[in-house]
Nanobody, 126 residues
Framework: QVQLVESGGGLVQAGGSLRLSCAAS????????LGWFRQAPGKEREFVAR????????YYADSVKGRFTISRDYAKNTVYLQMNSLKPEDTAVYYC???????????????????WGQGTQVTVSS
């Protein structure tokens, strides 16, 4: 089991920045990938970014590329999502997810992840 706890959400004006954190605990040594997803009201959960836990390779959704940066602190078992140049359309509940099973693909589908956090609200005002 892996437990994930997100923090850092809040209300920010368009053009502003936020940094989300996701603290992982439990069987993190078995973790292959940590990712961020988001879900806006009335919409499906969508992929934002992911990072491989050991090697640090990253992958981003086109909608956030160049604005968001995912990183991890291996010693602290924490993954971060630095969000810059925020837009109102970035408003959503942001979820951290962990994949503890090796799968083919780039890990951008929710079904590829095994554990989820409770989510943190990000609201961007215009």
């Amino acid at each position: 089991q892996v437990q994930l706890v997100e923090s850092g959400g809040g209300l920010v004006q368009a053009g502003g920045s936020l940094r989300l954190s996701c603290a992982a605990s439990g069987r993190t040594r078995s973790t292959y990938v940590l990712g961020w997803f988001r879900q806006a009201p009335g919409k499906e959960r969508e992929f934002v970014a992911r990072i491989s836990w050991s090697g640090g390779s990253t992958y981003y959704a086109d909608s956030v590329k160049g604005r968001f940066t995912i990183s991890r602190d291996y010693a602290k078992n924490t993954v971060y999502l630095q969000m810059n140049s925020l837009k109102p359309e970035d408003t959503a509940v942001y979820y951290c997810a962990a994949a503890n099973v090796a799968r083919p693909g780039v890990y951008r589908r929710a079904s590829e992840y095994d554990y989820w956090g409770q989510g943190t609200q990000v609201t961007v005002s215009s």
